[in-house]
DNA sequence: TCCACATTCCAATAGTTATTAGAATATGAG
DNA sequence: CTCATATTCTAATAACTATTGGAATGTGGA
């Protein structure tokens, strides 16, 4: 076999993951993944795809072996099918943000609205959170706080939230956060906050770019 | 606009690197990129392509503004438009190798003959090339060895090698690198130089993932 | 056993991407 | 200005991918 060909049979090989990452349908798989592990009935609620066309792209996942199924009776929960893929997909994010003007422009007009915590808050957030100077509410579905969310975080679910505002602090911070960058639950929840009187305001990253950052994540 | 759109409009931007990424062609050119910049022609005779396809993947590369260009002359240079880059080929070329066994498979094969010095190694053989222990070359083209090569690296372009033994010493190990995992230069200099009785090795690492582990790079 | 339901498979169609060949553009040299 | 050369553009075709709807498979419960 000559140089050529081997060398064709490798990035041919590579380029499957590329395809698999070529498609926003299966970014925002992944990225709901990313939450915790999840039935094809659950994602194909939570995109607003067909049913059929979630497990078809879900097929594609499963054949680069980026993602894996575990039966549970009549439900297949689908998950990411190690550490490193969550960490791919924030390293291909960052790229994106880094070189895509056009997705730079889309997310700032996204969050204008809401003062997002960046990098540098992150270990004086974690204290100010243990000291109980700010509250840090998950506005995530219950099931994702559940599969890993930060150490001092409270499970509020956007959903909820309208209706359980009097859990919250009227005289202190409150930070929420959600799945990540591209998430827009924590913005309707500071929108929703702020208009009801709270001084509120939105963490950027989930709990992967967190844990990507080496921060601890807990589980309940 | 509603949420659904919006989202829409993230995921389709982020999809535009992951198609970047989903051409074996294009990774390889990204490969070559890697090493340093290059003219389209340069690239169509490395990879054996018509030059007006490599024109055609370097400016689908060019949209998604993971390449630069720079004229000189009659000729148009192609770079990586960032460090972060050659970052983001490596976690996927990482991914890659985690999860595609196809992929894995066909590496072992190909780097089968020669033995392959892995992460761990990379302290020792720094200091053990310092020491003049052991005698490191980079058997890229001289152009690329300018463009940046590992600190104590002499550059003898496997083209050259046959012709220039004499500049190798009997005594001492020889490890020989190239542009990375997927290039199998540095294992032809590897047998060549095992045929005329040196101790030869290969280092599996390229430029790149030594400067992504947080290593030296010098330029000439 | 049969039923309800979650998921997958299959086949057809529409849409997108890769490749090729020929023509066009842009630059420096003479 | 004209020529040779490097690169890009355009148009055509082939190959691949996404999406849809209907049918099939597999599981747990009645």
Redesign the pocket.
């Known amino acids: 076999m000559n140089i050529r060909t081997k060398k064709d049979l490798l990035y041919e090989q590579l380029a499957r993951i590329g395809?698999a990452l070529?498609?926003?349908?299966?970014l925002e798989l992944l990225e709901l993944l990313a939450q915790g592990e999840k039935?094809?009935?659950?994602l194909?609620h939570l995109t607003g795809?067909?049913?059929?066309?979630?497990?078809?792209?879900?097929?594609?996942l499963?054949q680069t072996r980026l993602v894996d199924?575990r039966?549970d009776?009549?439900?297949?929960?689908?998950r990411l099918s190690g550490q490193d893929v969550p960490r791919l997909w924030i390293a291909f994010r960052e790229a994106a943000e880094n070189h895509l003007i056009e997705l730079r422009i889309a997310l700032e007009q996204l969050a204008a609205h809401a003062d997002t915590l960046v990098g540098e808050d992150r270990e004086s957030l974690m204290q100010r959170a243990r000291k109980g100077e700010i509250v840090v509410i998950d506005v995530r579905p219950v099931s994702e706080f559940e599969a890993g969310h930060l150490p001092f975080a409270r499970s509020l679910p956007l959903a909820e939230l309208e209706l359980r505002l009097a859990e919250l602090p009227a005289d202190r911070a409150i930070v929420a956060y959600c799945r990540g960058p591209f998430c827009l639950m924590s913005d309707e929840a500071v929108e929703m906050l702020r208009a009801k009187g709270f001084e509120a305001s939105k963490l950027r990253e989930g709990v992967n770019e967190w844990a990507a950052a080496g921060l601890p994540i807990e589980q309940s």
Do not use: F, N, Q, W
Not at 22 to 26: A, D, E, F, G, H
Not at 39 to 42: D, N, Y
Not at 73 to 78: E, N, Q, S, T, V
């Open positions: 395809k070529s498609s926003p349908k299966r039935s094809v009935e659950a194909a795809m067909d049913l059929r066309l979630v497990s078809a792209h879900l097929k594609a499963r199924t039966r009776g009549r439900y297949i929960h689908y």
